[in-house]
């Protein structure tokens, strides 16, 4: 090829510029949604259609019923700042009551805490008394029973023996305080009735 030609083969040639134009919005085919009773729908379908779904826009607003529930439910979950401090000094009271009973049961406790001691010390010596006197009631029984010694009341004939001789005088501790109580009955009535006929011979008339 000649030099010119080889020129003109190598200029770029600018094709013209074209802007992109998208076509417009077509609305689907057929009369316009209906209002759904579904709030919920409603709004969503009012969101992505806007006045083409045919929701009246008054229907997305809740009515009486709706903004006294939903005012409840904000009340319940989202406290307002004043009654969120009203109960904190409400659980900050009880608190401090708690608190302060507990203290005094304590103070009450460490106050009765020496009495208590000293009868438990009281008991036990009880306790220790009533197992000494048993045992030398047991001792006192084997000797009547002639089975002192070492062992001597360890047999099973003298186990027997010693549990009669309980009964037995369990049964005479018995009949002797019932004896006493009768007595004690019987003197009381015949004080009673003496001091009657004393009473009624002080206050009879002198013929």
Same mark, same amino acid.
């Given at each position: 090829?000649?030099?010119?030609?080889r020129a $003109?083969?190598?200029?770029?040639?600018?094709?013209?510029?074209r802007?992109y134009?998208? &076509?417009?919005l077509?609305?689907r085919?057929?009369p316009a &949604?209906?209002d &759904?009773?579904?709030?919920?729908?409603a =709004?969503r379908?009012?969101?992505? +259609?806007g006045?083409?779904s045919?929701v009246?826009?008054?229907?997305?607003?809740?009515?009486r019923?709706q903004?006294?529930a939903?005012?409840?439910?904000?009340?319940?979950?989202e406290?307002?700042?004043q009654d969120? +401090?009203?109960a904190?000094?409400?659980?900050?009271?009880?608190e401090?009551? $708690?608190r302060?009973?507990?203290?005094?049961l304590?103070?009450?406790s460490?106050? =009765?805490?020496p009495?208590?001691?000293?009868?438990?010390?009281?008991?036990?010596? #009880?306790a220790?008394?009533?197992a000494?006197q048993? =045992?030398?009631?047991r001792?006192?029984? +084997?000797?009547?029973?002639?089975?002192?010694?070492?062992?001597?009341?360890?047999?099973? !004939?003298?186990q027997?023996?010693? #549990?009669?001789?309980?009964?037995?005088?369990?049964?005479?501790e018995?009949? $002797?305080?019932?004896?006493?109580?009768?007595?004690?009955? !019987?003197s009381?009535?015949?004080? =009673?009735?003496?001091?009657?006929?004393?009473?009624?011979?002080?206050t009879?008339?002198?013929?």
């Amino acid at each position: 090829w000649c030099a010119p030609c080889r020129a $003109r083969s190598l200029l770029t040639i600018a094709a013209p510029v074209r802007f992109y134009r998208a &076509p417009p919005l077509r609305r689907r085919p057929g009369p316009a &949604p209906g209002d &759904p009773e579904d709030p919920r729908t409603a =709004a969503r379908l009012y969101g992505r +259609l806007g006045e083409a779904s045919g929701v009246p826009v008054w229907h997305l607003w809740p009515n009486r019923e709706q903004l006294r529930a939903l005012e409840e439910e904000e009340r319940e979950w989202e406290p307002s700042l004043q009654d969120m +401090l009203e109960a904190l000094d409400r659980r900050e009271r009880e608190e401090a009551q $708690r608190r302060q009973e507990r203290e005094e049961l304590i103070a009450r406790s460490l106050a =009765a805490m020496p009495a208590r001691i000293s009868a438990w010390r009281q008991q036990r010596l #009880q306790a220790r008394e009533k197992a000494r006197q048993d =045992a030398e009631r047991r001792q006192r029984l +084997l000797a009547e029973a002639g089975l002192v010694g070492s062992g001597a009341g360890t047999t099973a !004939r003298a186990q027997a023996l010693l #549990q009669d001789l309980e009964q037995k005088q369990r049964r005479e501790e018995k009949r $002797r305080r019932r004896q006493e109580r009768e007595e004690a009955a !019987r003197s009381a009535m015949a004080a =009673a009735e003496a001091a009657a006929a004393q009473k009624a011979a002080g206050t009879t008339p002198s013929e």
